[in-house]
């Protein structure tokens, strides 16, 4: 099962306003990944937040990592129609050579 | 360009043939990951190897296989194809820091 929950599962909004998403995981991570994939296209990482931190920023974006409630929020202020796309959070475990997904948000940005 | 390379981009076979994908990894990275994505099952892990050796394992197939070559590249085996197999394919990898980046993927239709 994927390590990862996220919701909601899909998210529509008016071009301005602002984009949260939120992420929750089950075991011990070394840090916590959110990326973005275009329809079926390639995947892009956004930022990475370390388990030792709790607040990160990316121009726009703004990620809050909780490690005791194992849950991160993604807000996507000002959001533009091209900010449309699938976003996931991938967990980057701490016992395991490897990324968990979740199961994505999808954002749409009407303008 | 994401610095990793997946070869092909698309790929469209029969049901019960054989097919090879290619990854080679961004310069200086060791490790890779093969990852599976489906509109039922998300992203799942498939495999990692790290410098030619099999690190981690996740939902691989046993019709699935992978191996790690000297030069760094990795290639994906996919045997006994079914309609099911139809997915898109990343790689990724991963350098001495937490980073990772993917590459663009391999499209894979089984008819």
């Known amino acids: 099962s994927q390590q990862g929950e996220e919701d909601p599962q899909a998210l529509s909004i008016q071009e301005g306003e602002n984009a949260t998403m939120n992420c929750s995981y089950k075991?011990?991570?070394?840090?916590l990944q959110w990326y973005r994939q275009n329809s079926g296209r390639g995947l892009v990482h956004l930022i990475l937040?370390?388990?030792?931190?709790r607040e990160k920023h990316s121009g726009r974006l703004r990620v809050t990592l909780d490690t005791s409630k194992k849950s991160s929020s993604l807000l996507i202020t000002a959001s533009r129609a091209a900010d449309t796309a699938s976003y996931f959070c991938a967990t980057d475990l701490k016992y395991g050579n490897k990324l968990v997904f979740g199961a994505g948000t999808i954002l749409r940005v009407k303008s | 360009d994401s610095g990793v390379t997946q070869t092909p981009k698309h790929l469209i076979t029969a049901t019960g043939q054989r097919v090879t994908l290619r990854c080679s990894p961004r310069?200086?990275?060791?490790?890779v990951y093969w990852y599976q994505q489906s509109l039922d099952q998300g992203l799942q892990f498939l495999i990692q190897?790290?410098?030619?050796?099999?690190?981690a394992k996740g939902n691989i197939l046993e019709r699935f296989s992978a191996q790690q070559f000297p030069d760094l590249h990795s290639e994906l085996n996919l045997s006994s194809l079914e309609l099911g197999d139809s997915a898109l394919y990343f790689c990724?990898?991963?350098?001495?820091?937490?980073?990772?980046?993917f590459g663009s993927g391999t499209r894979l239709t089984v008819v």
């Open positions: 990724a990898s991963r350098g001495p820091t937490y980073g990772y980046t």
């Open positions: 075991t011990s991570i070394n840090n």
């Open positions: 937040i370390r388990s030792n931190e």
């Open positions: 190897y790290y410098n030619g050796e099999e690190r």
């Open positions: 310069s200086g990275d060791l490790s």
